[in-house]
């Protein structure tokens, strides 16, 4: 509700799936099936990796949004892709600096959202509306819990 009015979420927007959780938990293993899961719908799903200490297809230290277009049948084997969007954030970990950190993930997503998330029939009814996976730190204590949530109240504020 925004004042008084009932506000409703466009239906022709892509998913969304956030994967959070403890360091050791299995978000690598679960990502690496959950990735596959779209691809069998979409030919292309978008992959915002925000794990700087152990992304997916970058090296460490980077934040960066990959598109994928193809099943990856051996969910055992990590590879390098070249990602769509990339920054590098000069460290392992978010700890040094979180409002940096979190600048880049808005960053990113941004590029995301208005690439890949809106299709308004008017300037770009062209645009083909992707799914994202986002991965994230396994940093949930204290400030890492505080990061989550402000990356969680950002990208899904944005979703209508």
Same mark, same amino acid.
């Given at each position: =509700?925004? @004042?008084?009015? @009932?506000v409703?979420?466009?239906?022709f927007n892509a998913?969304?799936?956030?994967?959070c959780?403890?360091? &050791?938990c299995?978000?690598?293993?679960?990502?690496?099936?959950v990735?596959n899961?779209p691809l069998n719908?979409?030919?292309r799903?978008?992959?915002?990796d925000?794990?700087?200490?152990q992304?997916?297809?970058?090296?460490?230290?980077f934040?960066?949004?990959?598109i994928?277009h193809?099943?990856?049948?051996?969910?055992?084997v #990590?590879?390098?892709?070249?990602p769509?969007r990339?920054?590098?954030?000069?460290?392992v $970990? $978010?700890k @040094?600096?979180?409002?940096? %950190?979190?600048? %880049?993930v808005f960053s990113i997503y941004?590029?995301?959202? *208005?690439? %890949? !998330?809106?299709?308004?029939?008017?300037?770009? #009814?062209h *645009?083909?509306?992707? #799914? +994202?996976?986002?991965?994230t730190l396994?940093?949930v204590k204290?400030v890492?819990?505080?990061?989550?949530?402000d =990356? +969680?109240?950002?990208i !899904?504020? &944005?979703?209508c």
């Amino acid at each position: =509700m925004v @004042r008084g009015r @009932r506000v409703h979420c466009i239906q022709f927007n892509a998913p969304i799936a956030l994967i959070c959780g403890a360091k &050791n938990c299995g978000k690598t293993t679960f990502f690496r099936y959950v990735l596959n899961v779209p691809l069998n719908e979409y030919t292309r799903v978008a992959y915002l990796d925000t794990d700087v200490g152990q992304p997916e297809f970058t090296p460490p230290a980077f934040l960066s949004l990959t598109i994928v277009h193809k099943v990856t049948p051996d969910l055992t084997v #990590p590879c390098l892709k070249k990602p769509e969007r990339c920054l590098f954030f000069d460290d392992v $970990s $978010s700890k @040094r600096d979180s409002l940096t %950190y979190l600048s %880049y993930v808005f960053s990113i997503y941004n590029y995301y959202h *208005k690439e %890949y !998330f809106i299709s308004d029939k008017g300037e770009y #009814p062209h *645009k083909i509306k992707l #799914p +994202l996976i986002v991965n994230t730190l396994g940093w949930v204590k204290g400030v890492g819990y505080d990061v989550l949530v402000d =990356m +969680l109240k950002y990208i !899904f504020s &944005n979703t209508c």
